[in-house]
């Protein structure tokens, strides 16, 4: 008999990630990953984890439907894993509001909870929500759960949360919230079991993919972080802005013709390493390019960074490590030794021969501030998560 399966959902702007996690030991063990790329026709669906691998074009249109797409997604995966094993799925959902402050079992209220968070995410929020209820269509039998990329920030202080503004747009939900929250949980505790000491002092995380933010973690805690009311805040990413002059939004508005929908595609889809270089949203491409506006962009990435994880030591009061994470973060050299120059006078510094080899522990040994590189796992955080609550919404024996 099959050992029992989880899946998980991870889904992004463009792109879905699915983790498959056996069961049968101490906790989820992950037995599979793959990626659905929705960015152009055909749709690709690429199983990069498991008993085997492919990359293969899907059938269905990227216009289709996701029950479509996930029903032939389905298929697939049962080529190679039992999926009538499966007992229970989870989703990384984007936007928990002041709501949520850990996972929750999908139920027709928590459904409609998400829904009602769309206008404080109105990018992400429906990607998860879309999965759900495909899911709910093809497997109505199977609990759903739902981790929040919001919940791991809720610790934050009411004069982190709290812009300029208004009292009564405070309450009315236009505040700080901080995203990534799934993968600064994942980081918090590899950090807790390779460095305990270092973990229980003040460190910065940071997740440098084509999303990027960074945490401030006091003992494990979020203290404070660089994305806000949005995912647009904080630092330039891939294609998005970063924090950018209000008053540049305003200009655009009164003198540029612009209008909501083309400011939302100007600060999501076109500005970030795309915009600055004109080349590439992709810094392996940048690092590869000897054009001038390829370095322009890396520079202003990596000085942003480098600023933000100064503001956030100020937040927790001084800094004893920094952890990269995520793609950038994991795997690109260069961008860390970029921003650790920036650092010195901070203490930071690195190894060149352990950051070239993208080690854990990347810091040198007489360095004030350590430094590391650890993967992320999401999916992991999520599965442990649908574990824990569908649990819990088990009757008791």
């Given at each position: 008999m099959s050992e029992p399966l989880l899946v998980t959902f991870n889904a992004g702007s463009s792109t879905v990630k699915i983790g498959l996690f056996a069961l049968g030991g101490q906790g989820p063990r992950r037995i599979g990953k793959g990626v659905i790329d929705f960015r152009e026709p055909p749709l690709r669906f690429r199983l990069i984890e498991g008993p085997d691998t492919f990359d293969i074009a899907l059938e269905a249109r990227p216009d289709a439907a996701l029950d479509v797409v996930l029903a032939e997604a389905f298929r697939r995966l049962s080529w190679h894993f039992d999926l009538d094993s499966v007992v229970a799925m989870g989703h990384r959902i984007v936007h928990g509001g002041d709501r949520y402050a850990g996972p929750v079992l999908i139920d027709?209220?928590?459904?409609?909870?998400?829904?009602?968070?769309?206008?404080?995410?109105?990018?992400?929020?429906?990607?998860?929500?879309?999965?759900?209820?495909?899911?709910?269509?093809?497997?109505?039998?199977?609990?759903?759960?739902?981790?929040?990329?919001?919940?791991?920030?809720?610790?934050?202080a009411d004069v982190v949360r709290r812009f300029a503004i208004?009292?009564?747009m405070h309450d009315q939900g236009i505040k700080r919230y901080g995203f990534h929250g799934l993968s600064y949980r994942y980081i918090a505790g590899e950090l807790a079991r390779r460095a305990p000491a270092l973990a229980r002092g003040r460190v910065v995380v940071a997740h440098l993919g084509s999303g990027a933010s960074l945490c401030g973690l006091e003992n494990g805690v979020s203290r404070d972080t660089s994305m806000g009311f949005s995912a647009l805040d904080g630092i330039p990413m891939a294609t998005r802005c970063g924090a950018l002059d209000p008053g540049v939004l305003l200009h655009l508005l009164a003198q540029g013709g612009y209008d909501a929908a083309r400011l939302e595609d100007l600060l999501y889809r076109r500005s970030g390493l795309l915009g600055v270089s004109g080349i590439s949203a992709d810094s392996r491409e940048l690092l590869d390019s000897d054009r001038p506006e390829a370095r322009e962009a890396l520079d202003?990435?990596?000085?942003?960074?480098?600023?933000?994880?100064?503001?956030?030591?100020?937040?927790?009061?001084?800094?004893?490590?920094?952890?990269?994470?995520?793609?950038?973060?994991?795997?690109?050299?260069?961008?860390?030794?970029?921003?650790?120059?920036?650092?010195?006078?901070?203490?930071?510094?690195?190894?060149?021969?352990?950051?070239?080899?993208?080690?854990?522990?990347?810091?040198?040994?007489?360095?004030?501030?350590?430094?590391?590189a650890i993967p992320t796992d999401e999916e992991t955080v999520i599965a442990?998560?649908?574990l824990t609550v569908v649990k819990l919404a088990q009757p008791a024996a």
């Open positions: 027709d209220a928590a459904l409609a909870a998400i829904e009602a968070l769309v206008p404080l995410a109105p990018l992400h929020q429906p990607q998860g929500l879309g999965l759900i209820r495909a899911i709910r269509r093809l497997r109505p039998e199977l609990p759903q759960t739902a981790s929040f990329d919001t919940a791991f920030h809720r610790t934050h208004p009292r009564a202003l990435f990596c000085f942003r960074i480098a600023g933000e994880i100064a503001r956030l030591a100020s937040t927790l009061g001084g800094l004893d490590a920094v952890v990269f994470t995520a793609g950038i973060g994991e795997h690109q050299p260069s961008i860390r030794a970029a921003v650790a120059s920036r650092l010195a006078w901070l203490g930071l510094a690195l190894d060149e021969s352990a950051n070239a080899a993208n080690a854990v522990r990347i810091s040198r040994a007489d360095a004030r501030v350590a430094a590391f442990e998560d649908a």
